[in-house]
């Protein structure tokens, strides 16, 4: 089984315009992001699908791999689809986020492992227990699943709401995929559906299409960069991890 990972990234942002270039510590976010990623050893490639010559060339003076895609992408599946179709050799497609530069190596690997143990799966993904902070805020999505670990359903709002007191914990959905490549394809071209757009979470149309998702569970946290308060978080991180001052 051939387990590639594409790590989707646009240079326009609503919040913080051209974030793939933004500097951590000496390096732009996107080649962070890419040389965490190849810390991983389940997948066998590691490709990054870009809208802007910037970011191409900014990934490959880095030595790394990049796929120029369209810029009209209204979606990230969208463009990850696009670039999956490069490679039809691929069995599997792990998804990492182009913001998210201290993801985990490790759980790449778990999640490309699900699919060496259960060719059966087509999607799975990630999520980790909530912090009591984190729970009414909408950009925090959650998540519920049933007792074999396939998502019931993800939400901007408080799911499931503690009418009662059981002591069931809430689960923040880490935005890390990974998906069968023939049912990825199929997926994006899946119209967008109800639950979806009333959520603004693409997820849904795989679950309001009949699809499962597995959803493994992390204790480890990420610090995303959405803001440019994050990338200052990150910037933080890195400073401290590499002894800078």
Known sequence: MKIICIIPARFSSTRL??????????????????EQAIKASVPTDFIVA????RI?????????KAVMTRQDHLTGTDRLAEAAAHYPDADVIINIQGDEPLIDPELIDRLGNLFITNE?????????PMLEEEKNEPGN???????????IYFSRALIPYPRNDTAVPVYKHI????YKRAF?????????????????????????????????????????????????????YYRTKEGRK
């Open 17 to 34: 315009p051209g974030k793939p270039l933004a500097d951590v510590a000496g390096k732009p976010l996107i080649v962070r992001v890419y």
């Open 50 to 53: 870009v809208d802007d010559v």
């Open 56 to 64: 191409f060339k900014a990934v490959e003076a880095a030595g790394g």
């Open 120 to 128: 059966n799966l087509d999607m799975a993904t990630v999520m980790t």
């Open 141 to 151: 999505v959650k998540v519920v699943t049933d007792q074999k670990g396939y998502a």
């Open 175 to 178: 935005g890390i995929y990974a």
């Open 184 to 236: 990825l394809l199929k997926y994006a071209q899946m119209a967008p559906t109800p639950l979806e757009k009333t959520e603004s979470l693409e997820q849904l149309r795989a679950i309001e299409n009949g699809y499962k998702i597995k959803v493994i569970t992390s204790d480890k946290r990420f610090i995303g960069v959405d803001t440019p308060e994050d990338l200052i978080k990150v910037n933080e």
